[in-house]
């Protein structure tokens, strides 16, 4: 069995990148499956792993992949190119709730908040002045010169493609520094960057007006934006314990893909241990695999009924129940009564605080 690798320098040992964003990487470069074993070099990762879609990685086996990648293409602009595939559904909750923002402002400060969330290494601080936005980016672990430049592009250039998606126009008044100096092919940095760059600066950082920072979004839609800034919230407190038992690195694992799609299969073989010895492990914090399940759906059910007028047929195919029937059985096994007798309540509760519940 291939041992687990971790991520040298990182505050957080832990797998915690979805591995997405290295398979659009194997996309870009067009490779074919049977040459992801190159791009998975030194990564203790084998293909299997890397197809599943429901699989983490560590800072250290994103970075590699990175450096492996940007050999593999040949092409110094590789973090540019990548970084236009990062459109805001790449980014799984924290890009919906960036989407459904009223404004670029908004989603930035979301994508400051829930970046851990996607990944941790990666440092996002806003500050507003007068009239300009500041986006500060850091990076927390060691890179050599050629993928911290890379990775700075694709940074960049994701958001540009997260605010050009939301201002509905090229972002041409943002201002880009760069730390890295200015690379051979600059010249072709403003067919990716519409704005002007800067090289050899201090820090990297985006600068964008604020007259378009609180430009309308037009496809905000604020019922969507709450919902998912409900579940980046839920996914950022259980991030952001600091337990290491293997209960919270299951649920980190289970808020980080859709509702109750995780298999205890797929959890031992992302922990690298047997189904078996997942459960003797949990069994030992007072756990399991399908306590922890039912806790997080029974919370985000709750969550649905309460500050939603979603259908409970909606609720259920939202939480991957196939079958509403399902859906309502396993409600009344976690609260004795129906969905809609919850929500009946729920209201009535709400209408009247002070009242007795009944």
């Given at each position: 069995?291939?041992?687990?690798?971790?991520?040298?320098?990182?505050?957080?040992?832990?797998?915690?990148?979805?591995?997405?964003?290295?398979?659009?990487?194997?996309?870009?470069?067009?490779?074919?499956?049977?040459?992801?074993?190159?791009?998975?070099?030194?990564?203790?990762?084998?293909?299997?792993?890397?197809?599943?879609?429901?699989?983490?990685?560590?800072?250290?086996?994103?970075?590699?992949?990175?450096?492996?990648?940007?050999?593999?293409?040949?092409?110094?602009?590789?973090?540019?190119?990548?970084?236009?595939?990062?459109?805001?559904?790449?980014?799984?909750?924290?890009?919906?709730?960036?989407?459904?923002?009223?404004?670029?402002?908004?989603?930035?400060?979301?994508?400051?908040?829930?970046?851990?969330?996607r990944a941790s290494f990666i440092q996002l601080h806003v500050q507003q002045t007068a009239d300009r936005l500041k986006c500060l980016v850091s990076f927390q672990v060691p890179l050599d010169e050629d993928v911290e430049r890379c990775l700075a592009e694709t940074v960049i250039k994701a958001f540009f493609e997260i605010g050009e998606f939301i201002v509905g126009q090229p972002l041409r008044e943002a201002e880009v520094c760069f730390a890295h100096p200015a690379p051979t092919y600059q010249d072709i940095y403003p067919d990716y960057l519409p704005g002007p760059a800067y090289f050899g600066c201090d820090q990297l950082q985006l600068t964008i007006p604020m007259a378009l920072c609180r430009k309308p979004n037009a496809s905000a839609n604020h019922e969507n934006y709450r919902l998912a800034l409900q579940q980046c919230e839920s996914m950022l407190a259980r991030l952001q314990t600091r337990q290491s038992s293997y209960r919270n690195r299951l649920k980190k694992m289970m808020l980080s893909r859709p509702p109750g799609t995780l298999s205890e299969d797929e959890a031992a073989a992302a922990l690298f241990m047997s189904k078996r010895t997942l459960a003797r492990k949990l069994k030992q914090e007072n756990s399991g695999f399908r306590l922890i399940r039912d806790e997080i759906l029974s919370q985000q059910a709750t969550h649905y009924l309460c500050d939603s007028q979603l259908s409970i047929e909606a609720i259920a195919a939202l939480l991957n129940y196939h079958d509403t029937a399902n859906f309502r059985r396993a409600f009344k096994r976690w609260f004795g009564q129906s969905p809609e007798q919850y929500r009946q309540r729920a209201g009535l509760r709400a209408m009247h605080p002070s009242s007795p519940s009944s």
């Open positions: 069995m291939t041992k687990k690798q971790h991520p040298a320098g990182s505050q957080n040992p832990e797998a915690d990148i979805p591995s997405n964003y290295s398979r659009l990487i194997a996309r870009e470069l067009g490779l074919a499956v049977r040459h992801l074993p190159r791009l998975l070099r030194g990564t203790g990762l084998d293909v299997a792993q890397f197809l599943n879609e429901d699989s983490l990685l560590t800072a250290a086996q994103q970075i590699r992949i990175l450096r492996n990648a940007l050999n593999l293409s040949g092409k110094p602009e590789f973090g540019l190119r990548l970084g236009t595939r990062l459109t805001p559904a790449t980014h799984g909750a924290v890009g919906f709730v960036a989407y459904s923002s009223p404004d670029l402002l908004t989603a930035l400060q979301a994508f400051h908040t829930f970046l851990p969330t």
